[in-house]
């Protein structure tokens, strides 16, 4: 599985995208919220206190926001991770887009789940 991050600013100007390979993930609600801790686990290294994090799975979100959820236990585990880390930010959000408005991310996810023997990419602007 693959997974595609883009970071933008709070005007929504492009800063960086990137690609990760995430060869134990197993299923794609399993690479999504592994993706968001990915994403919560690059913002803590690159000093970001501010995060807001689009998602496709609705179920991570209502999950995150302590509503039921028919999440796998591997997935919640990976999710509570992400909410202990998210203790570290002075704001964080997460919210449901729908995959046509999150499709940008989608494609670069499905670029890395071809390219899973290669490196990790990240382009910056």
């Known amino acids: 599985m693959g997974l595609g991050l883009i970071l933008r600013n709070s005007n929504e100007i492009f800063l960086n995208a990137g690609t990760k390979s995430s060869n134990y993930a197993a299923s794609s609600e399993e690479a999504e919220c592994k993706g968001i801790l990915y994403a919560t686990q690059w913002g803590t290294e690159k000093g970001v206190t501010h995060l807001e994090l689009e998602t496709d799975c ?55 789940n071809l390219s899973s023997l290669l490196p990790d990419s990240f382009v910056a602007m």
């Open 58 to 112: 609705k179920g991570v979100v209502d999950y995150l926001m302590g509503k039921p959820s028919n999440l796998s236990w591997r997935s919640s585990n990976i999710l509570d991770e992400v909410a202990l880390g998210g203790q570290l930010y002075e704001h964080l959000h997460i919210s449901f887009s729908k995959r046509i408005g999150n499709s940008a991310a989608h494609l670069l996810a499905h670029h890395a």
